[in-house]
């Protein structure tokens, strides 16, 4: 081939493929455009699939804005009174506002055993774990996570025994076992099975051993409002009752609340779901946490908050980090400061000044519970120390006597700082 | 049938020259030795080493005309889910052709093994995103493609390559093992040094 015919080739070519290029990528280097390529790839595969448990399962569609995805009861039994609303303390487990409803049963402990879940809608069972007392033994409970789209989990439903569709799964599964308890008191061995097992709404899933609804995680959605965002997960501890139909959130909402045995303690005030997010910038209400303890767990920790039945009420929720001063405490908060700076709502202690708190009361989950006759006579001290009202000290004293006045108030080396 | 065999008295060898119509002298070549174009540096011309587009190549010219190369590139790109990065393990042909005034037009095939793998995590990725997934991310798979350029000598030994082509790039990802191939143009350069 002559000189000019080889010139008149491959001009030919790049003619061609100067008017290809733009409908095509163009790239400099083969090493980018092989790095793009392999970007495309990861791309489709991140749209195709999902992380189910750690294991990659395709995707599920998408929710888009939909909220009505609840569509059938997830139990029926005549013994269930109500859903408790978000943000109930049980320290040092749940010291945080807790991130998940309850169910609330007047049963005996015998009829709990014969309570049915259901699946809440349509969807799938995308996680099974199996937790075991004894290796060699069945499964002394299971939790499922369901979930009606991609963007939404339903986790921690716990049965004591597994519906028998869900022992073999429609589909590819993959199992995995660990010592991992769960911090389930008693459980030496669990197993994590992974899946996509659909479920219709009002499919029974398990029976027995209910206790938490919830949480749900929905990745459209991100709670605000927390005075250090980094330290929670934003994405998970929404209202599980805002995901029913309307007709169910209707009926569930009204029920919203506590129970004493068959007596129903509705919340009244807004939100009555609850809510986890409690913190008030610029006062000492909300979160706090234990200088270099990690989170989670709570059990650490503290929480100046209000109860999640009756939110008129102030709650200490002390983890194990208060010498002498553990669990759940309530008092009855004065809403207007009147100077004294005794039993102020924790929404009212916005200063550098010492605070005082006395007449603890017992928890009252289930109803008021009265003074704690355990902590009579105790008091207890807090003072945000630093002018940007991020650390806090606080210290449970026992002078025999209420809050005695201001300038006694003095800190001793018992006193445990925590920050926001 | 086989002709007889040819005793006549061999001509003039002089007659065998070729001359214009009507000249009387054989037309005699006034020089004779090696072709040298005008205006182009002899040098080495047999193996080369070279720099291109964040990698390195060597290439072994079999002849004049044909050459074969090995190279590696490395690239980076953006995904949703983090920074990609590639590496290419290629063998190329070449077919060179005549040198003018320092450029030379060349053409030829390449065929590559491509891998790649996220190198950093975006910290938007939700929770249930595959990108959680030990192990997801990584990708291999085949690039091939054709292309045609040019050679420019910058000096005895030194020489810059500047070529473009259509290439199909095909990966799989291994977790998941979806697939995709695609048609990109690419535009290749690199300085080779000659060193024999």
């Given at each position: 081939?002559?000189?000019?015919?080889?010139?008149?080739?491959?001009?030919?070519?790049?003619l061609?493929?100067?008017?290809?290029?733009?409908?095509?990528?163009?790239?400099?280097?083969?090493?980018?455009?092989?790095?793009?390529?392999?970007?495309?790839?990861v791309?489709?595969?991140?749209?195709?699939?999902?992380?189910?448990?750690?294991?990659?399962?395709?995707?599920?569609?998408?929710?888009?804005s939909?909220?009505?995805?609840?569509?059938?009861?997830?139990?029926?039994?005549?013994?269930?009174?109500?859903?408790?609303?978000?943000?109930?303390?049980?320290?040092?487990?749940?010291?945080?506002?807790?991130?998940?409803?309850?169910?609330?049963?007047?049963?005996?402990?015998?009829?709990?055993l014969?309570?049915?879940?259901?699946?809440?809608?349509?969807?799938?069972?995308?996680?099974?774990?199996?937790?075991?007392d004894?290796?060699?033994?069945?499964p002394?409970?299971?939790?499922?996570?369901?979930?009606?789209?991609?963007?939404?989990?339903?986790?921690?439903l716990?049965v004591?025994?597994?519906?028998?569709?869900?022992?073999?799964?429609?589909?590819?599964?993959?199992t995995?076992?660990?010592?991992?308890?769960?911090?389930?008191?008693?459980?030496?061995?669990s197993?994590?099975?992974?899946m996509?097992?659909?479920?219709t709404g009002?499919?029974?899933?398990?029976?027995g051993?209910?206790?938490?609804?919830?949480p749900?995680?929905?990745?459209?959605?991100?709670?605000?409002?927390?005075?250090?965002?980094?330290?929670?997960?934003?994405?998970?501890?929404?209202c599980?009752?805002?995901?029913?139909?309307?007709s169910l959130?209707?009926?569930?909402?009204?029920?919203?609340?506590?129970?004493?045995?068959?007596?129903?303690?509705?919340?009244?005030?807004?939100?009555?779901?609850?809510?986890?997010?409690?913190?008030?910038?610029?006062?000492?209400?909300?979160?706090?946490?234990?200088?270099?303890?990690?989170?989670?767990?709570?059990?650490?920790?503290l929480a100046?908050?209000?109860h999640?039945v009756?939110?008129?009420?102030?709650?200490?929720?002390?983890?194990?980090?208060?010498?002498?001063?553990?669990?759940?405490?309530?008092f009855?908060?004065?809403t207007?400061?009147?100077?004294?700076?005794?039993?102020?709502d924790?929404?009212?202690?916005?200063?550098?000044?010492i605070?005082?708190?006395d007449t603890?009361?017992?928890?009252?989950?289930?109803?008021?519970?009265?003074?704690d006759?355990?902590y009579?006579?105790?008091?207890?001290?807090l003072?945000?120390?630093?002018p940007?009202?991020?650390?806090?000290?606080?210290?449970?004293?026992?002078?025999?006597?209420?809050c005695?006045?201001?300038?006694s108030?003095?800190?001793?080396?018992?006193?445990?700082?925590?920050?926001? | 049938?086989l002709?007889?065999?040819?005793?006549?008295?061999?001509p003039?060898?002089?007659?065998?020259?070729?001359r214009?119509?009507?000249?009387?002298?054989?037309?005699i070549?006034?020089?004779?030795?090696?072709?040298?174009v005008?205006?182009?540096?002899a040098?080495?011309?047999?193996?080369?080493?070279?720099?291109?587009?964040?990698?390195?190549?060597?290439?072994?010219?079999?002849?004049?005309?044909?050459?074969a190369e090995?190279?590696?590139?490395?690239?980076?790109?953006?995904?949703?889910?983090?920074?990609?990065?590639?590496?290419?393990?290629?063998?190329?042909?070449?077919?060179?052709?005549?040198?003018?005034?320092?450029?030379?037009?060349?053409?030829g095939?390449?065929?590559?093994?491509?891998?790649t793998?996220i190198?950093s995590?975006n910290?938007?990725?939700?929770?249930?995103?595959?990108?959680?997934v030990?192990?997801?991310?990584?990708t291999?798979?085949?690039?091939?493609?054709?292309?045609?350029?040019?050679?420019?000598?910058?000096?005895?030994?030194?020489?810059?390559?500047?070529?473009?082509?259509p290439?199909?790039?095909?990966?799989?990802?291994?977790v998941?093992?979806?697939?995709?191939?695609?048609?990109?143009?690419?535009?290749?350069?690199?300085?080779?040094?000659?060193?024999?």
């Open positions: 081939m002559s000189i000019f015919s080889n010139r008149t080739a491959i001009f030919a070519a790049a061609w493929a100067l008017v290809q290029a733009p409908a095509l990528a163009f790239h400099v280097g083969l090493g980018n455009a092989a790095a793009a390529q392999g970007a495309k790839v791309d489709k595969a991140n749209s195709e699939y999902m992380d189910v448990g750690g294991s990659a399962f395709p995707a599920l569609p998408s929710c888009g939909n909220m009505a995805l609840f569509n059938s009861a997830p139990v029926t039994d005549p013994t269930f009174l109500s859903y408790m609303p978000l943000g109930h303390v049980f320290p040092p487990g749940h010291t945080f506002p807790a991130d998940h409803s309850y169910f609330n049963f007047n049963a005996s402990s015998t009829q709990l014969g309570i049915n879940l259901y699946a809440p809608g349509d969807g799938w069972i995308t996680q099974v774990t199996s937790y075991y004894n290796v060699n033994s069945a002394a409970f299971y939790t499922l996570t369901f979930s009606p789209c991609a963007e939404v989990q339903l986790i921690n716990s004591n025994t597994l519906a028998p569709a869900l022992l073999q799964p429609a589909g590819p599964s993959s995995s076992c660990s010592s991992n308890t769960g911090n389930n008191p008693g459980v030496v061995w197993c994590v099975t992974n996509e097992h659909p479920v009002g499919q029974l899933l398990g029976t051993g209910l206790v938490d609804f919830g749900i995680i929905d990745t459209r959605f991100q709670i605000s409002g927390f005075i250090d965002p980094a330290r929670h997960v934003l994405d998970r501890g929404f599980p009752i805002d995901y029913f139909i309307p959130k209707a009926a569930y909402t009204a029920t919203l609340g506590g129970n004493n045995g068959s007596t129903l303690i509705i919340r009244t005030i807004q939100p009555v779901c609850g809510t986890i997010m409690q913190d008030l910038p610029g006062t000492v209400q909300g979160d706090w946490f234990f200088p270099g303890a990690p989170y989670p767990p709570d059990n650490p920790h100046l908050i209000h999640n009756d939110p008129s009420t102030g709650t200490f929720s002390v983890g194990s980090s208060i010498p002498g001063f553990a669990g759940s405490h309530d009855d908060p004065k207007t400061a009147d100077g004294t700076r005794i039993d102020y924790f929404s009212l202690v916005n200063d550098n000044q605070y005082c708190y603890l009361l017992i928890d009252f989950s289930n109803g008021a519970g009265g003074p006759p355990q009579a006579g105790n008091i207890v001290l003072q945000m120390t630093d940007s009202l991020d650390t806090l000290k606080i210290e449970l004293q026992n002078p025999g006597t209420p005695p006045s201001p300038a108030w003095a800190f001793t080396s018992n006193a445990v700082t925590f920050q926001r | 049938m002709a007889a065999a040819d005793t006549r008295t061999p003039d060898p002089s007659i065998l020259y070729m214009p119509p009507g000249a009387s002298d054989p037309l070549p006034s020089t004779t030795g090696q072709l040298v005008p205006g182009s540096p040098g080495p011309r047999r193996m080369a080493l070279g720099i291109n587009d964040l990698g390195a190549q060597l290439r072994l010219h079999l002849n004049p005309d044909w050459a090995v190279r590696y590139l490395r690239g980076t790109a953006s995904s949703d889910v983090g920074t990609i990065d590639a590496n290419v393990f290629g063998v190329r042909g070449y077919r060179f052709f005549s040198e003018h005034h320092h450029f030379q037009l060349y053409a095939l390449e065929a590559a093994y491509v891998s793998s190198r995590y910290n938007s990725n939700p929770p249930t995103s595959v990108a959680n030990s192990g997801f991310g990584d291999s798979g085949y690039a091939t493609g054709g292309f045609g350029g040019v050679e420019y000598r910058l000096g005895r030994r030194v020489a810059i390559d500047l070529d473009i082509g290439y199909m790039i095909g990966l799989q990802e291994k998941t093992s979806v697939s995709d191939a695609s048609l990109d143009f690419v535009l290749d350069t690199a300085i080779n040094v000659y060193l024999f």
